[in-house]
Nanobody, 121 residues
Framework: QVRLVESGGGLVQAGGSLRLSCAAS????????WGWYRQAPGNQRELVAS???????NYVDAVKDRFTISRDNTQNTVYLQMNSLKPEDTAVYYC???????????????WGQGTQVTVSS
């Protein structure tokens, strides 16, 4: 059973930094996509940043030049370094991954449980 577990959220003042981590555990063969999403109260979940197995990355305009997504393939872990945080970054952050658990299963999408990030002004 594949699980994604996030960590690193918390409360920070505007201008501060946080680093989120998301580790995949369980039986898995390969991960070809990682994404960080966020959902603020009353809003839809939105993609913040993503990275693929080829190394390409993508960011929503609101976080470009402030957030950096990276992955450690040896640890099956993805990170989101968040700098120059703003109150509007406050949300629950979720990681998502497209994983092939065994040769007999297709790639499937998995989600973590979410971690709260609160930025005070």
């Amino acid at each position: 059973q594949v699980r994604l577990v996030e960590s690193g959220g918390g409360l920070v003042q505007a201008g501060g930094s946080l680093r989120l981590s998301c580790a995949a555990s369980g039986t898995l063969l390969s991960i070809n996509y990682w994404g960080w999403y966020r959902q603020a109260p009353g809003n839809q979940r939105e993609l913040v940043a993503s990275t693929t197995s080829s190394g390409s990355t993508n960011y929503v305009d609101a976080v470009k030049d402030r957030f950096t997504i990276s992955r450690d393939n040896t640890q099956n872990t993805v990170y989101l370094q968040m700098n120059s945080l703003k109150p509007e970054d406050t949300a629950v952050y979720y990681c998502s991954a497209v994983i092939r658990a065994t040769p007999f299963r297709p790639y499937e999408n998995y989600w973590g449980q979410g971690t709260q990030v609160t930025v005070s002004s």
